[in-house]
């Protein structure tokens, strides 16, 4: 079974005749290109922070990252190493795959990058998640209750 199907996106592939894919609405232009690849990506960044982003081309978008081309996070926390990447078929899935992993904590990104798929499950929100902030978020529920 692909990875993707483990996180959730193969329902998009299964949806149902009466189920809207933006990539119906939308066309092709933003969705979906016909013979092009999409990606999501995780760097580990200096200081040990983590980046998630999508591109169409894996390899210029480490480049640019590796170089500092873009101002902001990742240029200030050179260097940066790839730690995960994952294929997709549409724009779509991809920049939905890069919204879920930006929500996830550090302990459910890590075992992404292990492709632990139990520990994945257990660190689900409601379950083990509550008390380790995503490294994007930095609150606890003790911090948003001051």
Known sequence: MPRWCMLGWCKRLNASTTSVCPELVEGPSLFSQFGMTFWAYMLHCRGGSFYVGQTDNLDQRMAQHSTGHFPGFTSERLPVELVWSQEFTT????????????????????????GDWDAISRYA??????????????????????
């Open 125 to 146: 929100r409601g379950k083990e998640e509550k008390d380790d902030p995503s490294t994007s978020s930095g609150q606890t529920e003790e911090s948003e209750n001051l």
């Open 91 to 114: 724009r779509f899935e991809a920049i939905e795959a890069e919204r879920r992993i930006k929500g996830w904590s550090r302990k459910k990104k890590l075992a992404l990058i292990r």
